[in-house]
């Protein structure tokens, strides 16, 4: 009768320490199904997590595969997009990703961008001459909206690059 008792004690403790992880688990957000074939298109080793993945899915569909229309439907919450809706940029740009950071509901992304103005002459914020643009340091932050694992909100930072400035390979 004590080994009953003893028996019922710990399967009590269990669920107070359990309970709270249990009810932690409500709030995961769920997983974006990203499809197989963009997974083996593209490098998403830097993707170790849901919304890491979410991230390098939207930008590998809006820019390297040139589905920005695709890209928006189905990895951002819906109305959330500025409005405009816009065509992007005449020349998709490809990215190529440096760095995945993530940090509670937000994705950082650091990448080497080749696209709009490549073989053009800029100027730095600094007024002086840039050099030749091979490329941009894009980063893009992202935040994601954890009812449904989507993108709510993005931000991007762009500076063109040259031979002389490009120190991120």
């Not at 997590?49 to 189905?74: F, M, V």
């Not at 600094?126 to 050099?131: A, E, L």
Request: aromatic fraction near 8%; include cysteine; glycine fraction near 10%.
């Amino acid at each position: 009768m004590e080994r009953k008792g003893n028996v019922t004690g710990a399967l009590a403790a269990l669920l107070l320490v359990a309970a709270p992880l249990l009810a932690g688990c409500a709030h995961i957000a769920p997983q974006v199904a990203v499809p197989a074939e963009l997974l083996a298109r593209h490098d998403f080793s830097l993707a170790d997590t849901p919304n890491k993945r979410t991230a390098l899915a939207y930008l590998y569909t809006a820019w390297n595969d040139g589905q920005l229309a695709q890209a928006r439907q189905s990895y951002w919450v819906p109305g959330s997009f500025p409005p405009g809706g816009g065509a992007g940029p005449p020349v998709s740009p490809r990215y190529t990703i440096r760095r995945v950071i993530e940090e509670g509901d937000q994705v950082v992304v650091l990448a080497f961008v080749e696209g709009v103005g490549i073989g053009q002459p800029f100027t730095t914020i600094f007024g002086t001459p840039g050099g030749t643009k091979i490329g941009d340091a894009v980063v893009e932050i992202m935040r994601f909206d954890p009812a449904t694992g989507l993108i709510a909100e993005k931000v991007d930072v762009i500076e063109p690059l040259s031979e002389t400035t490009y120190d991120f390979r």
